[in-house]
């Protein structure tokens, strides 16, 4: 376990508080079949599962009852089959001790537990499902068919379980710059393969795997390496790098622990940023660095996002691909054609924290509600921070062919974009920085000792260094 | 696509004159969820799908009408706000005219062509799921829940994709050399790092992950380093190596069209073997040599294995490990306490080439059954070979701790194990070595233009020019 007893205990006994009554079941993960069966992608364990109890074996749930305060780790102990291929693993007697979970049950009984919990009029509480074997279990248990069990989940345990994990306590805190270092690691490694000759993205995208894996548990999201910025997820390809191209590389690590880092970073394959390139990728990073000044305990995070939208526009304005009045511009959401995606998402045991949850429950409150515009409706996070939240920061302009087709054919906001200038960027690709805020009470810092470099100076001069290394 | 059209198209008319008559259904994967719905391990094309129609997206299906021969290839095209995520991709339309197939449809066509072939009173042929999102989809498409999928499967389509997979052609002979080459790469970068003073079991596994994520797909399986070589399948951990102990690094990769590799090496941490390693190495050396020379068309596997048993037999009977008779101890399956797996099995587009169908329609017949005898019971494959079968040769001899006690306790085929010195060994570890078998005409050869050494002498001399480069 990451954290000693205590920590667990505790989370549980005000998850219990928060939760006020019923039977609360967290449903841990079980191995993800391959290509068969028994070939299964690597493991991971559900984070509000380890959250609360800190086990990292499969096939397991957690019973809480709100009403008696007992608590029951369930699962089955394993036998000398499994041994001779697992090798030797903890009881779930030893488990639970270590967890401080008062008494253990074979998986057979989770059925008994619900059932009686129903029969006498109680609630069964139980967190949205997003993997399918958990779907059919929880189908199995409860008789509500898969595409029914999201809208069934406890809404009560959501917002519980979310007023814990959204804030992050300085032992987790540590545990987040930890995987930073990683990321780190990561990060340098692909901006110096980025300007050596021959490399392609799968390459460099193979390198992120094995530094996240050899010095944490997995990447935290499949690593998006591309020469097509614009394309917002760009899996690696096996195309060789082209000089006078960007290769855009958003990935990170987690820890054994299974908490995150996030960081994206646009390098010039030639090992420079032409002025072209460089004129938008100085407004990515002053985007970045606004949002550095203006987080802060107190500040909605939509006001951050909505900040940086401004600054975009106006400098894009400057360069002659916008125009029109700045706040009217952004208000009629022109400036998506360039930045489709939020300013950030929250960050911790998931790269997007408990997305699981349902995003608005994360981002939103009744006081600050999602948008419905394109654009802003991706924005992840938007509420009102607090001291302890981790948000990423990561502003982006891109020029997609077929989004600027589409709004040109349709006229889309076009008082504000001069589509005649944007045509001669089709070919331009697009351009992320981001790195992981955490808000402290005098405002906020990145997280990550060992910084990546991403001012356009400190760049090439980083990759100068190492292509003369 | 890997291979040219008529590849493809001529496999589906083979398999519709296999299976017969009916609605052939052949449900490609979907995104398979790592900690929250959109985010999602690496995507894995199903092997059937792929061998019969090339293509790599998710969410897909194929129908092949046996009687009509009309095939269908099932999907839905993306929309914008798919492009701004994941780029332009192809078309339903053209994925199908590259596949030579006829007609496509959307998604939600699929039920009424199962139900249509239903009240016709025609055959709907399905091959067992093993992802649960497709046991969900099967259960909303025939009313069959997930528990009885595998037995409501069809036998005529599971036994036709077996006769036609099994034999691999030349083209996909080559497409498993570049997969042998990568395993190359892998495996000798853990035995130039398992001599490196300071490496952890951990840092190995994220090494191999990278290569195999770089120069192809993804590894074939979750690789196994560990000292633990005892440990079947013994994930690699945190662990500092140790010198004086056994690395056992069981591990292979998918090339980016999905064919694999699967070798095992077990390496001195300290460079060389002690003398004790030797003397068990040496017995597995042969073991695995003594493969290469039976293993030819028409001979059983199971002969193959059993073979390999009596070898391992003598030798430790040599040793002092072993007693009594030798044949009386194989058939008694003393030797299982040494070596509880079988020599190996299928392996092709899955690892355990597929494993998924049922081991026991892939690897044996009429003629030869499996046993269930321990040990025996866990040989995959025993069936006579064939030109263009693919198999394992993988003998190991074992030390398991937790299987030493349990059989000493109780006695079980103490006639022909020496349980005092065994006791001795249980420090030991494991050792396994393994290279993939290809039949031809006149024997059998190892697939893999370049050899990862494994006699004692040229893994030391191997080791020692690394150490000293």
Same mark, same amino acid.
């Given at each position: 376990m990451l954290f000693h007893q205590n920590t667990y205990v505790d989370r549980r006994a005000r998850l219990r508080t928060l939760v006020g009554n019923g039977l609360i079941v967290l449903i841990g993960n079980n191995d993800s079949p391959f290509n068969y069966p028994s070939n299964t992608y690597k493991f991971r364990q559900d984070s509000s599962f380890l959250y609360f109890c800190g086990q990292h074996r499969d096939g397991l749930a957690l019973a809480i009852d709100c009403e008696s305060g007992v608590e029951t780790l369930i699962g089955n102990d394993i036998d000398i089959d499994d041994i001779i291929w697992t090798g030797p693993v903890p009881s779930m007697h030893d488990m639970a001790a270590e967890s401080g979970i008062g008494?253990?049950?074979?998986?057979?009984?989770?059925?008994?537990?619900?059932?009686?919990?129903?029969?006498?009029?109680?609630?069964?509480?139980?967190?949205?499902?997003?993997?399918?074997?958990?779907?059919?279990?929880?189908?199995?248990?409860?008789?509500?068919?898969?595409?029914?069990?999201?809208?069934?989940?406890?809404?009560?345990?959501?917002?519980?379980?979310?007023?814990?994990?959204?804030?992050?306590?300085?032992?987790?805190?540590?545990?987040?710059?930890?995987?930073?270092?990683?990321?780190?690691?990561?990060?340098?490694?692909?901006?110096?393969?980025?300007?050596?000759?021959?490399?392609?993205?799968?390459?460099?995208?193979?390198?992120?795997?094995?530094?996240?894996?050899?010095?944490?548990?997995?990447?935290?999201?499949?690593?998006?390496?591309?020469?097509?910025?614009?394309? %917002?997820?760009?899996?690696?390809?096996?195309?060789?790098?082209?000089?006078?191209? %960007?290769?855009?590389?958003?990935?990170?690590?987690?820890?054994?622990?299974? @908490?995150?880092?996030?960081?994206?970073?646009?390098?010039?394959?030639?090992?420079?940023?032409?002025?072209?390139?460089?004129?938008? @990728?100085?407004?990515?990073?002053?985007?970045?660095?606004?949002?550095?000044?203006?987080?802060?305990?107190?500040?909605?995070?939509?006001?951050?996002?909505?900040?940086?939208?401004?600054?975009?526009?106006?400098?894009?304005?400057?360069?002659?691909?916008?125009?029109?009045?700045?706040?009217?511009?952004?208000?009629?959401?022109?400036?998506? %054609?360039?930045?489709p995606h939020g300013l950030g998402h929250a960050m911790g045991m998931d790269v997007h924290d408990m997305e699981g949850l349902g995003q608005s429950n994360v981002g939103y409150d009744e006081e600050t509600q999602p948008s419905a515009q394109f654009g802003l409706a991706s924005l992840r996070f938007g509420r009102r921070l607090e001291v302890g939240h981790v948000v990423t920061d990561e502003p982006g302009i891109y020029f997609i062919p077929?989004?600027?087709?589409?709004?040109?054919?349709k006229g889309t906001n076009k008082e504000f974009l001069n589509f005649d200038l944007i045509e001669t960027y089709k070919d331009f690709g697009g351009i992320r920085i981001e790195d992981d805020l955490l808000i402290t009470a005098d405002g906020c810092r990145f997280i990550g000792e060992k910084r990546i470099p991403y001012h356009a100076q400190d760049v090439e001069a980083f990759l100068q260094e190492n292509a003369e290394a």
């Open positions: 008494q253990t049950a074979p998986m057979s009984e989770l059925a008994r537990l619900i059932q009686t919990a129903k029969v006498a009029g109680r609630k069964v509480h139980f967190l949205p499902p997003y993997r399918h074997d958990t779907m059919i279990q929880l189908m199995d248990l409860t008789g509500i068919h898969p595409s029914q069990q999201r809208e069934a989940a406890s809404m009560e345990l959501i917002k519980a379980v979310i007023a814990l994990r959204n804030i992050k306590t300085e032992e987790e805190i540590a545990e987040l710059e930890r995987a930073a270092l990683i990321g780190y690691e990561m990060h340098t490694a692909a901006m110096r393969l980025a300007v050596r000759p021959g490399m392609t993205e799968a390459y460099i995208g193979g390198v992120l795997d094995g530094i996240a894996a050899s010095h944490g548990s997995h990447v935290s999201f499949q690593s998006i390496v591309s020469m097509h910025g614009e394309v %917002l997820h760009g899996y690696p390809s096996p195309k060789v790098l082209e000089s006078g191209r %960007l290769l855009l590389v958003d990935a990170g690590a987690e820890t054994r622990e299974h @908490y995150c880092s996030d960081h994206t970073r646009t390098t010039p394959i030639s090992g420079r940023y032409t002025s072209r390139q460089r004129d938008i @990728y100085d407004i990515v990073v002053d985007a970045h660095d606004l949002a550095l000044r203006h987080a802060k305990p107190g500040v909605r995070y939509m006001d951050v996002h909505l900040a940086v939208c401004r600054l975009i526009t106006e400098r894009l304005k400057a360069l002659g691909l916008m125009k029109g009045d700045t706040d009217e511009a952004v208000a009629a959401g022109a400036h998506a %054609l360039f930045l077929d989004l600027i087709d589409l709004w040109r054919s």
